[in-house]
């Protein structure tokens, strides 16, 4: 793939943060590095990133964000203020029981822990 500054500005925004931002979010910071960007090169950037593994995205009920943490994870979602904390918690299933029992082959997994972070105690 050639290198692209613009997709090399997104990808260091996003790295640069553990706050798990949208797209609007990285697209404001952006226009502060390269005044001219438009918000469909961000997006056309963000997926190619995703694509290559350079970040993930993650499906927050009706948002998408942006994840600069490649490793796999589960997130702490804070249901007052929505917050996103990564954690180190690993998944604990059985993957021949899922795909005896269901019939389906386990890639990856996802799970939010959703509870109220320490500003909502």
Not at 11 to 23: M, Q
Not at 56 to 80: A, W
Not at 92 to 106: A, C, L, Q, R, W
Request: hydrophobic share 30%; charged share 30%; net charge positive.
């Amino acid at each position: 793939m050639r290198y692209s500054y613009q997709r090399e500005v997104i990808r260091e925004i996003i790295c640069s943060t553990k706050s798990h931002p949208t797209a609007d979010w990285v697209y404001s910071e952006a226009k502060k590095k390269i005044d001219n960007i438009s918000l469909g090169t961000v997006y056309r950037n963000l997926k190619t990133l995703e694509e290559i593994g350079s970040i993930q995205i993650i499906y927050d009920e009706n948002l998408i964000r942006y994840d600069g943490n490649t490793e796999e994870h589960h997130h702490l979602k804070c249901s007052d203020c929505g917050v996103l904390i990564d954690t180190n918690l690993k998944s604990n299933f059985d993957e021949k029981d899922i795909v005896s029992k269901y019939n389906f082959k386990p890639e990856k997994t996802k799970f939010f822990i959703i509870g109220k972070c320490n500003k909502h105690k």
